[in-house]
């Protein structure tokens, strides 16, 4: 399993605010991500791969995955 968290530069919904905005983990077998949203409204999010990660909630830039492991 690999960590990482979303650091937002541009809140470009408006709901999530900047900085560290989420957290969460890769799971190397099945490319599997879990994601959990730190803001006021807390959500949890399992996508299948990194990359919709990416597609999703990184908005062009807006948005860096940092990884921690």
């Known amino acids: 399993m690999r960590r990482f968290f979303l650091d937002r530069h541009v809140d470009v919904s408006g709901k999530s605010g ?15 991500v879990v994601m959990c949203w730190l803001t006021q409204r807390s959500s949890l999010v399992v996508l299948r791969s990194v990359e919709d990660l990416e597609h999703i909630h990184l908005h062009e830039g807006s948005t860096s995955l940092i990884w921690q492991d």
């Open 18 to 32: 900047t900085g560290k905005v989420a957290e969460g983990v890769l799971f190397e077998h099945t490319g599997q």
